[in-house]
């Protein structure tokens, strides 16, 4: 394995994602500075070497720092975005206004969309960093593997091939493989909208249904995420791999998806507040779903999952009565 391009880097934040990214990049050697809005977060990492309150038992690498100060991290060459989509702007703002170089690598690692006008996260960084090299990261990836090094795929995308090469080699270790992409729209739409078919899939095991029932629901969902990315340009066969099926299986059927657990405490009778509320994270499905349902009515493609989640979500839908319209919907070709 080939040296780091990289002898330092920087994360923001410095959550469970954000912290199991800045793990691998620390055990690929880099000076890692993960940039948080929790002091009492930051302590611990920096004192104790541990992130208790995101990743609890999981011990931190000596080369991984911690900051609350955004000045700390506006110079470092490689800057990877891991922050919820909600606040995405805001410290996208406070970054622009420390001001980085243009010779800076930004990548998102984000799954959402921004709130405000509806803008991927590829697009926010364009929109702030325009001079700026960009990829995204994106794939089967939860945090608590990541963090105890389990084996782990993903996929580095970039409109530029050179930019690509040059972080999938930083994300070169023995346990974290990487792919290139130049589909850098499927991968985003693949990482958002997998996040409305997991809170479907918690519904599913909430309500007592089985493995057939959760098999259809990610077989249909993925028909839906490549037509609704192919409409915005997106390629077929991204919707096939790591940053499509693959990050859609993982979080539909894994124990550690915050937006799986949604939507299971949704079909055990709690309120959506209820079930936000138990959580000391995002649930980025929650407004993936709204985002991805107006998107699908402009584009006018066919979302009816997404239509139904959306429907439980932002209308108070009966969970049982969103799954009956579902099965009830005119017969049709599997592949129409």
């Given at each position: 394995m080939e040296a780091s391009p990289f002898s330092e880097a920087a994360v923001l934040g410095a959550g469970s994602w954000g912290t199991a990214l800045s793990i691998v990049l620390a055990d690929r050697g880099i000076d890692v500075c993960a940039y948080g809005n929790e002091e009492p977060v930051c302590d611990d990492i920096n004192s104790n070497h541990l992130n208790s309150k995101y990743l609890p038992g999981v011990d931190l690498p000596e080369n991984l720092s911690s900051s609350v100060d955004i000045a700390d991290v506006k110079d470092k060459p490689l800057i990877l975005m891991v922050i919820p989509s909600q606040v995405a702007r805001l410290v996208l703002q406070d970054l622009q206004n420390a001001g980085i170089p243009k010779e800076t690598i930004l990548v998102s690692c984000t799954k959402g969309i921004d709130p405000e006008n509806g803008a991927f996260m590829h697009e926010l960084l364009e929109q702030f960093f325009p001079d700026n090299p960009i990829a995204v990261l994106s794939g089967p990836s939860h945090a608590e593997e990541v963090a105890k090094r389990m084996a782990t795929l993903a996929t580095i995308g970039s409109d530029d091939e050179d930019v690509a090469r040059t972080v999938q080699n930083v994300f070169t270790l023995p346990w974290f493989r990487t792919y290139t992409s130049s589909d850098v729209i499927g991968i985003e739409v693949g990482s958002v909208v997998k996040n409305?078919?997991?809170?479907?899939?918690?519904?599913?095991?909430?309500?007592?249904?089985?493995d057939n029932t959760k098999a259809a629901l990610v077989t249909r969902g993925l028909s839906e995420m490549t037509r609704l990315g192919m409409a915005l340009g997106g390629k077929e066969e991204t919707f096939r791999g790591l940053s499509g099926m693959g990050d859609l299986i993982v979080t539909c059927y894994s124990v550690h998806s915050r937006n799986n657990r949604?939507?299971?405490?949704?079909?055990?009778?709690?309120?959506?507040?209820?079930?936000?509320?138990?959580?000391?994270?995002?649930?980025?499905?929650?407004?993936?779903?709204?985002?991805?349902?107006?998107?699908?009515?402009?584009?006018?493609?066919?979302?009816?999952?997404?239509?139904?989640?959306?429907?439980?979500?932002?209308?108070?839908?009966?969970?049982?009565?969103?799954?009956?319209?579902?099965?009830?919907?005119?017969p049709r070709e599997e592949v129409e």
């Open positions: 409305v078919f997991a809170i479907a899939a918690g519904a599913i095991d909430g309500l007592g249904l089985g949604v939507g299971r405490l949704l079909g055990e009778g709690n309120t959506l507040q209820q079930a936000i509320d138990s959580m000391n994270q995002v649930a980025e499905g929650v407004p993936n779903a709204k985002h991805a349902f107006e998107l699908a009515r402009r584009l006018e493609v066919r979302t009816p999952i997404i239509d139904e989640a959306y429907a439980v979500l932002f209308e108070d839908k009966p969970i049982r009565e969103a799954m009956q319209d579902l099965l009830q919907r005119a």
